[in-house]
């Protein structure tokens, strides 16, 4: 894992309409920020978008002048080299530590690495494990590193 952090969540009701979910990634993305991390359901009155972005404030803002109501929340963000089951993994972790995971998600970024969002029910408990896990593969990692072969060998002279 390369880090965790805190971070605001942007959560927007859509309603029934299809083309508004286009329109709040349109919006968010023409605010000149990064979407970290997305996730949509649908319930009875309709579609919820979630959204993780570099700058939220900037993104409520333009939301709500585009017409959406937004609510925010604090969540966690793992940021970790793309690993298929690491979300589910993790939240085994913290269910297994006693902290209640209400939901997760994870996002793939273009640069191979994932996003992954824990919203608990002990967010500081939550954080001091997930560095906790970050900090023992950070140490696993180093501990399996080898130098190259061809670092060791000797050049061969010519005869």
């Known amino acids: ?3 965790v952090r805190r971070q605001v969540e942007i959560t927007v009701r859509i309603g029934n309409e299809p083309a508004s979910l286009g329109k709040v990634m349109a919006v968010a993305g023409s ?3 990064e979407i970290l991390a997305a996730s949509c359901y649908w319930d009875r009155a309709g ?3 979630m959204l ?3 700058d939220a404030r900037r993104v409520t ?3 709500g002048a585009g017409g959406f109501e937004c609510k925010s929340s604090r969540i966690l963000l793992v940021e970790a080299l793309d ?3 690491l979300t589910a993994l993790l939240a085994e972790k913290l269910t297994a530590a006693g902290i209640d995971v209400v939901y997760s998600y994870s996002f793939r970024s ?3 690495l994932s996003y992954l969002v ?3 029910t002990d967010d500081d408990r939550a954080m001091d494990l997930l560095e906790f896990e970050a900090l023992i593969h950070e140490v696993g990692a180093a501990k399996r590193w080898r130098r190259p072969v061809e670092a060791d060998v000797e050049p061969c002279e010519a005869a």
Do not use: W
């Open 52 to 54: 993780v972005t570099d």
């Open 61 to 63: 803002r333009a939301l």
């Open 118 to 120: 824990f919203k608990t």
């Open 1 to 3: 894992m390369a880090s």
């Open 31 to 33: 605010c000149g920020v």
């Open 47 to 49: 579609a919820i978008m």
């Open 110 to 112: 273009e640069r191979n």
């Open 83 to 85: 690993r298929p089951g």
